[in-house]
């Protein structure tokens, strides 16, 4: 085959250290922008990103170019420099070491989107660790709780 073809949509989601609230409302929609910039200079397409104060859900389509590591150590990296030189926090802006990723077929796009969209309502009434633990259970993904917060 002359080609690649690819359709590699992804839902990555991770949240600040220590669970700390620093991505403020206000603040959300200049991050939300910078990181969809850093998915495009990865020759990726960014399909929604939302979340709360804690944490962030990214559903993208990513090329074959990067590796899904290095795809995340330039969004999370990048963007933690841009938020601490461009938010200006009382305290320094980092994300929690290890992230979540699983992929998602073209048929469920659409689901991944409403419920990235519906974010602030979701953790009204749910807090982060359960919707993590839930989304590893429901793609049997084995974990260790003991190491799953650090």
């Known amino acids: 085959m002359g080609h690649t ?4 949509s992804y839902h990555l989601v991770f949240s ?5 609230p620093l991505i403020s409302k206000v603040a ?10 850093i998915i495009r ?5 960014t399909l929604a990103i939302g979340g709360v104060e804690d944490h962030v ?12 590591a290095d795809a995340l150590r330039q969004i999370k990296g990048s963007s933690s420099k841009w938020a601490n030189d461009e938010l ?5 802006f980092a994300w929690q070491t290890g992230y979540a990723a699983f992929t998602v077929s073209q048929s469920k796009i659409g689901n991944v989107e409403k419920y990235i969209a519906e974010q602030q309502d979701h953790h009204r009434q749910r807090g982060f ?9 429901k793609h049997g993904i084995e974990y260790d709780e003991r190491y799953l917060w650090d």
């Open 28 to 37: 959300q929609p200049r991050l939300y922008a910078y990181i969809g910039g």
């Open 41 to 45: 200079e990865l020759k990726g397409e």
């Open 88 to 92: 200006k926090l009382d305290t320094k």
């Open 129 to 137: 660790k359960d919707e993590l633990l839930d989304f590893l259970q």
């Open 57 to 68: 859900h990214i559903l993208c389509r990513l090329g074959t170019a990067v590796s899904m």
């Open 5 to 8: 073809y690819t359709n590699l």
């Open 16 to 20: 600040t250290k220590d669970r700390l």
